[in-house]
């Protein structure tokens, strides 16, 4: 596939809102099977970042590079190869899960939709509850839910808004267990994440943001908390 | 262009200062009086709120399709100016409605327009001032659809007009405009040129301080 | 990349139906607000037992527009409440083709809300609205198509301004100013005693002309204002 990209580049990035600085002068490159941790307290940019990585924000300055191509070089091809969980899921709670995937599926112009879905269901764990409002799910089953929702078209990239939040123990070994298996498979996977115990270890590169600044990088996978505190203090 | 403000500035003063004198001596106009001499401000007036709304369509147009930054801050600029001679405008006209047709609003086609005209502006305006983050993008949307709307508010208006008799003869205005309405043009256009150039400088200057302040950590 | 759109246009217009089937919420509620802005009116105009003349066209097109910005704001208050927006934006198609979709689910539903409307406002201001009904169904269309078209593009580029309530109708209300006079107008022409038929295809030709152009301004506007 020529319009697939198995680099992401952050060259010179900056968003400013007025004279709040979101970002300024984010570098890094990352390949296939590749997980980054964006670290970092609150404000710090991580969810811009994850925004202008998804195409849904335009940076102010610098650019963000899908391979060679930019966002607005690459257009709908680009969008085509990313998936996005959001902090806030992406989920319609009017309707079920197989419908919510179902519309997904059809908007990506996936064949066989019905398939899809139901193949998600199964990966979700929610093959019995594919007929159920998703407003009646709870938190860890729509998380399963959007997480499915957002790998449903096989994307190169990856991209997870604080996938961890509000998940119990089981819920969230299940989702390491599939986001290591995307990486197997050849994503690029890029979180936002303040669960430093569960992303130790699973990071193949920390990128540690504060105030919008990057501030340090490490690709050592283990003793994440000691050096994020050192990093952003 | 920066080296004409304070020439254009002190020119209109000058001019717009002497204008009551030329208005003065204007030939008095026997229908209507002294309210016709309202005539020499409101025309002009009128004029440049349709300039401005060109102004700050065109750029809007610019700003968001040619993903000009500059633009934007003429868009601003024709849009504040855009309201203040709306304003001029719509007192003026009143004024002279009073007058004509003994009432201090009518639903005369050009009034009816203007008006409608100067709520495009305000509401742009509004949407500038509480739109928060972004809303220069969606006020250059906004700017975009109230100049494609000009020639329909114009059509629009005067068709549903003419659909009722007119209650009162329109007392139509001296053909002979002579030299006074010409010079309070002039020096109304060169304040209007003056303001607009000020303007658009504060809106790039700032942007210039948001850059370097953005800029500052590269150092 | 025609059947492409219009395959995405179709598939958010049949989501945002679906939605509207298990919830009724936005139908049941612009519907009731609608009959309220017609009720509302006629207290305030209805002088010993009797309406005026000429006010059903009015009235008609007052409810349209007051209860189609209802409807708008509240449909991409759904996209907004689990962040669905962005959801829809990220889909590989063109993004116009998430416009003309919210578009076309809009405009079912004002449809229903006519539907109701329009059969009031004739029986409670005793209005001919079947002596034309093909003239008046297309004043209606093309008038709620025009309205509807600026107001979707300005709900959505609103949506994630605080004070989006308060500002679509401050927007909307001045832009589609002549859409009113030629819906009202050209109503009033079918209602009035002797209907004037040739004013209210006027009216129809303006219509068609203005909604061309803002539906063009619209899907043309929508790429850039959407992504911030």
């Known amino acids: 596939m020529n319009n697939d990209f ?30 980054i941790g964006l670290l970092g307290p609150n404000g710090a940019g991580k969810s811009t970042l994850l925004n202008i990585l998804a195409t849904l924000i335009s940076p102010s300055r610098g650019r963000v590079e899908y391979g060679n191509r930019t966002a607005a070089e690459g257009g709908a091809e680009v969008r085509g190869r990313i998936g996005m969980l959001g902090h806030d899921l992406f989920l319609y709670p009017e309707l079920t899960a197989r419908e919510n995937l179902v519309f997904f599926a059809q908007l990506y112009g996936l064949p066989d939709v ?120 | ?68 930054p500059r633009a934007d801050g003429w868009a601003i600029a024709a849009a504040e100016l855009g309201l203040l001679f709306g304003s001029l405008t719509l007192v003026t006209g009143p004024l002279w409605a009073r007058k004509a047709w003994g009432v201090w609003w009518v639903w005369d086609p050009r009034l009816t327009s203007s008006l409608l005209l100067w709520m495009i502006f305000s509401a742009y305006l509004l949407l500038r001032r509480y739109g928060g983050p972004g809303s220069d993008k969606l006020g250059a949307g906004m700017a975009l659809f109230g100049m494609a709307n000009v020639p329909f508010i114009y059509v629009s208006v005067n068709v549903w007009r003419t659909l009722h008799p007119q209650t009162s003869v329109v007392p139509t205005l001296p053909t002979d405009m002579g030299l006074p309405l010409w010079y309070c043009f002039a020096a109304f256009t060169m304040l209007f040129i003056a303001l607009l150039n000020l303007r658009a400088r504060l809106e790039h200057q700032r942007a210039r301080v948001e850059a370097l302040y953005l800029a500052e950590d590269e150092a | 990349m025609i059947s ?52 059903a066209a009015g009235i008609l097109w007052v409810a349209v527009s007051f209860s189609g910005t209802l409807a708008m704001g509240r449909t991409f208050e759904r996209e907004r409440y689990n962040d669905t927006l962005r959801a829809l934006l990220l889909a590989p198609s063109d993004r116009p083709a998430i416009y003309t ?17 329009v059969p ?109």
């Open chain 1, 6 to 35: 198995e680099t992401l580049s952050v060259v010179d990035l900056a968003r400013h809102y007025g004279r709040r600085k979101a970002l300024s002068q984010v570098n890094f490159t990352c390949g296939a099977g590749d997980i």
């Open chain 1, 114 to 233: 019905r398939a899809v879905a139901q193949a998600s269901l199964a990966r979700a764990g929610l093959a019995d509850r594919g007929d159920d409002l998703v407003s009646g799910f709870s938190r860890g089953m729509r998380q399963r839910v959007a997480l499915e929702r957002a790998l449903l078209h096989e994307p190169r990239l990856v991209l997870l808004d604080e996938p961890f939040t509000g998940l119990d123990q089981a819920s969230t070994a299940s989702l390491v267990a599939r986001l290591r298996e995307r990486q197997q498979a050849g994503c690029i996977l890029v979180m936002a994440t303040h669960d430093l115990d569960v992303a130790d270890g699973l990071l193949s590169r920390a990128i540690y943001l504060k105030n919008g600044r990057l501030v340090g990088t490490d690709s050592d996978s283990h003793g994440l908390s000691e050096r994020y505190r050192l990093a952003i203090q």
């Open chain 2, 1 to 68: 262009m920066t080296k004409l403000n304070p020439l254009l500035i002190g020119l209109s003063a000058v001019m717009l200062g002497a204008a009551p004198w030329m208005i003065d001596r204007a030939p008095y106009e026997s229908t209507m009086g002294l309210v016709q001499k309202v005539f020499y401000f409101h025309f002009p007036s009128a004029i440049l709120f349709l300039v401005a709304a060109l102004i700050c369509g065109v750029a809007s147009a610019i700003f968001l399709f040619g993903k000009r």
């Open chain 3, 4 to 55: 492409d759109f219009f395959r995405v246009a179709w598939h958010v217009m049949r989501k945002d139906l679906t939605v509207e089937v298990r919830s009724k919420e936005v139908l049941l509620t612009t519907l009731f607000f609608a009959v309220s802005v017609v009720l509302v009116f006629s207290f305030a105009i209805v002088r010993e037992g009797r309406a005026p003349d000429d006010v």
């Open chain 3, 101 to 117: 979709g919210k578009l076309l689910g809009l405009l079912v539903l004002l449809a229903l809300v006519e539907m109701v409307l």
């Open chain 3, 120 to 228: 009031l406002v004739g029986l409670l201001f005793n209005a001919p609205v079947l002596a034309f009904p093909g003239t008046l169904a297309a004043l209606l269309v093309l008038g709620t198509v025009g309205f509807s078209a600026v107001g979707t593009l300005f709900a959505a580029m609103l949506v994630r301004v605080r004070s989006r309530d308060t500002l679509l109708p401050v927007l909307l209300y001045p832009i589609t100013i002549p859409v009113m006079i030629a819906g009202v107008r050209g109503t009033a022409a079918l209602f009035q005693e002797t209907p004037d038929l040739p004013m209210a295809q006027f009216w129809i030709g303006l219509l068609i002309v203005w909604d061309a152009i803002f539906i063009t301004l619209a899907l043309w506007t929508f790429e850039p204002v959407m992504t911030e």
